[in-house]
């Protein structure tokens, strides 16, 4: 997308390319960047953020609290929050809240049924009809809770 746009037609490509292959450049998440600007990781912390994204992406749409998360137990709170942030920066976690992300993928599920919903007219998508949706997925356990009448402005998607 976004490459082939800002680039002469059949240049940007492989002008990537050769700068992966040459090290000149990696890739981290959505980004691009200097191969020595991407921040290395301890081993140990390589375990820790791939239990993060994995807990969120178990946790579907009820994601908790970072300190929340079993894993938490395992790091001090800053660290688990420096984490966290490298995991945003990667596209990994999409955050939310104050300590609360979502994973990418169930993001981006959430915003497909959000935009299917918004297909069908203006004005206002209730809550109802999106935890409907996700409950169908069968990846939400929300069932039963009260929410306030939320709604989605279907113009905002």
């Known amino acids: 997308g976004w490459l ?4 002469a037609k059949g240049l940007g490509r492989p002008l990537l390319e050769r700068l992966l292959t040459g090290g000149r450049v ?3 998440g959505q980004y691009v960047c200097l191969a020595e600007f991407a921040p290395a990781l301890s081993a140990q912390d390589e375990r820790l953020l791939s239990a993060i994204v994995a807990e969120y992406l178990e946790t579907a749409f009820q ?16 660290r688990m929050q420096r984490l966290a942030r490298v995991a945003e920066a990667t596209g990994q976690l999409v955050r ?21 919903l918004a297909a069908g007219g203006p004005g206002f998508i209730h809550h109802s009809e999106v935890e409907g949706r996700v409950l169908a997925l069968g990846q939400c356990r929300c069932q039963g809770r009260e929410h306030g009448g939320v709604g989605y402005e279907a113009s905002r998607l």
């Open 26 to 28: 990696r890739i981290l």
């Open 96 to 116: 939310i809240q104050e300590d609360v992300y979502l994973h990418a993928d169930r993001e981006r599920e959430l915003r497909n049924v959000v935009r299917e």
């Open 4 to 7: 082939e746009r800002r680039s």
């Open 63 to 78: 994601p908790p609290r970072l300190e929340d998360l079993a894993i938490a137990r395992q790091a001090n709170r800053q």
